[in-house]
């Protein structure tokens, strides 16, 4: 991967199920995988086609040299637990993970469990540091997609509620506040950037003392005595201060790798194209995995930083073109445009 993909898409080609895998490993490390699976339905739910199809649900990542490998099973009584966890060294032959011997073929500097509930990562982490399992307890899926009445977002919360922005920006309030005191540079071009698109915003009403709960309030630009609370702001304009705010914020307090699912709805064109804009500039120190439906959002981007999703045969294929590979096509076409047209693929 390089440090900005965008995946695009049919309907169930398998974007969705890729963003849930690193969705799945985070669940796992942060040892909440049986709440996860009962959150989800059931075993059935994530395993394709039900267990009736599907024994077992098998993973393997590899970071360089460290490599971290699990497979999941269910059990009768509703629950998936893991079967086998190993993490080490890649072995320099090595096996397919189908082979019996191919968790034993790890075991070179490395550490395996079997039939437990919940996964070991965090002690991996805790006795010898690694790459991988370090990566992946600070991955975060972010996903802005409920703005009703009773979305988190909208609601009361504990100030102190600052330590990271939660994947559904239900602390935003808080978080704007933490960036306003500690990171004002970075608050003024959040605020700079949310008028780009919706030029009557004037700021973030930030209230005197120490209160014990928050909501977001804002203002209207030239009426800086009136406060609003977040429910009088559009959808689309909602959307688009989470992902400022998230993007926006000091690259030392974002996760190495973000994922972000479908962060154009809602959005003018023009948000969405410096949101494209936002994007890259973010990409050029942190690993981004984006999940898009949005021809516009994708017409701002390089061949280099589209995955295009198809499936074939029941299962996801993904593929990345080269500009040199569309350099005809790109005289004429932006990258959105050839998607539309089924140049790329990724359509029903």
Not at 70 to 81: A, E, W
Not at 98 to 103: A, I, K, L, R
Not at 171 to 183: E, Q, T
Request: glycine residues 6%; contains cysteine; negative net charge.
């Amino acid at each position: 991967m390089t440090n900005l993909n965008v995946l695009i898409g049919a309907n169930g080609a398998g974007k969705s199920n890729f963003i849930g895998f690193f969705k799945l490993l985070v669940e796992m490390s942060n040892q909440n995988l049986q709440s996860y699976v009962q959150k989800q339905g059931s075993p059935d739910a994530l395993l394709h086609f039900g267990r009736n199809t599907t024994e077992k649900l098998k993973g393997n990542l590899r970071f360089g040299i460290d490599s971290y490998t699990f497979q999941l099973i269910p059990t009768n009584d509703n629950r998936l637990i893991i079967s086998d966890e190993m993490h080490g060294r890649w072995p320099s032959k090595p096996l397919p993970i189908d082979n019996v011997d191919y968790f034993r073929a790890l075991i070179d500097g490395g550490e395996g469990f079997s039939n437990s509930e919940e996964s070991k990562l965090l002690s991996y982490v805790a006795n010898v540091p690694h790459i991988l399992p370090e990566a992946i307890v600070t991955w975060r899926i972010y996903h802005f997609h409920d703005t009703s009445d009773k979305a988190k977002v909208k609601q009361r919360h504990a100030t102190n509620d600052n330590l990271l922005l939660k994947p559904d920006a239900a602390n935003l309030a808080a978080y704007l506040r933490m960036l306003f005191k500690d990171h004002n540079d970075h608050y003024q071009r959040i605020i700079n950037t949310i008028r780009l698109v919706a030029p009557f915003f004037g700021n973030f009403v930030q209230r005197p003392g120490e209160p014990e709960y928050i909501e977001l309030e804002w203002t209207q630009k030239g009426q800086p005595d009136t406060p609003f609370k977040a429910h009088v702001l559009s959808d689309g304009t909602l959307r688009f201060i989470c992902l400022a705010t998230l993007l926006l914020q000091p690259l030392e307090l974002l996760p190495d790798t973000i994922l972000i699912d479908e962060p154009e709805l809602g959005l003018h064109p023009y948000a969405i194209s410096v949101l494209a804009d936002i994007f890259k500039q973010v990409a050029e120190d942190k690993q981004l995995i984006v999940s898009t439906q949005s021809v516009e959002l994708v017409n701002h981007l390089s061949p280099e930083d589209i995955i295009v999703v198809d499936q074939e045969d029941g299962a996801s294929v993904f593929k990345r073109f080269s500009s040199e590979e569309l350099s005809g096509w790109l005289e004429e076409y932006a990258m959105g445009e050839l998607w539309k047209s089924n140049v790329l693929g990724g359509r029903p």
